[in-house]
């Protein structure tokens, strides 16, 4: 699971028991946690804008000035916290990112479809995860627990690039070529051990490991333009990225916030256009 999770909510208590400590209102108390929680994510992924507006677009639902004006602050001060600890550096790396001729964004629009499509697919299994986690076999959080470390094990020695968040396994994604079927069996893998890991209880993050499967996502559909002699393979980068977003827009229901996020987590701002059209594209279909 991706660290994300955790972060934001660390963020979001510590931003309440400051405000409980200081007897504030309970609509002060609201914007404080909700700069908390906007700090936690800028924090984990050195975003500070996708951080801001991960407040007013999923959180708050609201673009006032007493919204932005505080989680702006909040964000860019995590950052700046962050960064002198641990560097500068974006998440991922996408040294080989080049401009997408805009002949291809019918490309773009087929990709987000797809994504839109598979976010209602994830969405459904992290909702229905209950189901699986409810059988008679589960008798205590602590079996359902064991599942997910048993399935750890198993992947340990068989696919180890899908466990953790997954930062380096969208590197190597940006930078190598893999096979159909390799492909096919890490987005299934990492698909579902991503609903085990989060269906079993444990304190983690999905943010993460969502855009690792989009980017598997866009590995697999990237490989198949490819293939059929339709996009060039120096264009691999960008429908990787392109598909990031879109997954990421259909199951958070947030496109300004994975556009930003993909952005800031790449360090290239070029490919704005195509991120932008992907998410609501994304977000239209789901």
């Known amino acids: 699971l991706g660290r994300e999770g955790p972060s934001i909510q660390i963020g979001a208590v ?29 924090a984990a992924f050195n975003a500070p804008l996708a951080g801001t507006m991960f407040a007013l677009e999923e959180l708050h639902r609201n673009f006032s000035g007493a919204v932005l004006l505080p989680t702006m602050a909040s964000a860019i001060s995590a950052t700046i916290v962050s960064q002198f ?31 839109g ?24 959080q602590y079996m359902k627990i064991m599942f997910a470390l048993f399935a750890s094990t198993i992947l340990a020695f068989t696919l180890p690039d899908v466990l953790g968040g997954g930062n380096l396994l969208v590197d190597s994604l940006a930078k190598a070529r893999y096979g159909f079927g390799f492909l096919a ?25 969502l855009l690792v499967i ?8 990237g ?6 002699g339709i996009l060039s393979a120096l264009y691999l ?16 229901r947030a496109p300004i916030t994975g556009t930003l996020l993909i952005l800031e987590m790449t360090g290239v701002f070029h490919p704005l256009t195509a991120l932008a059209l992907a998410s609501a594209v994304a977000y239209v279909t789901a």
Not at 122 to 131: Q, V
Not at 215 to 220: H, P
Not at 223 to 228: F, K, P, R
Request: charged letters at 10%.
């Open 85 to 115: 600890f641990f560097g500068s550096a974006t998440s991922f790396s996408f040294p080989l990112l080049v401009h997408l001729p805009s002949e291809y964004l019918w490309c773009v629009v087929l990709i987000a479809v797809s994504c």
């Open 117 to 140: 499509f598979a976010g209602i697919v994830f969405n459904y299994g992290l909702l229905h995860m209950d189901a699986f986690y409810g059988l008679p076999i589960f008798r205590s």
């Open 14 to 42: 510590a931003a309440q028991g400051l405000s409980r400590l200081m007897g504030r209102t309970r609509m002060e108390e609201r914007y404080l946690i909700t700069s908390g929680a906007s700090a936690g994510l800028a």
């Open 237 to 252: 980068p960008n429908i990787i990225i392109i598909a990031m977003v879109a997954f990421f827009a259909a199951s958070i």
């Open 185 to 209: 069996a890490l987005l299934l893998a990492k698909f579902l051990f991503t609903l085990i890991s989060y269906g079993c209880g444990v304190p983690g993050g999905f943010f993460l490991p």
């Open 214 to 221: 989009g980017a598997l996502i866009g590995s697999l559909e």
């Open 223 to 228: 490989e198949l333009l490819i293939s059929a």
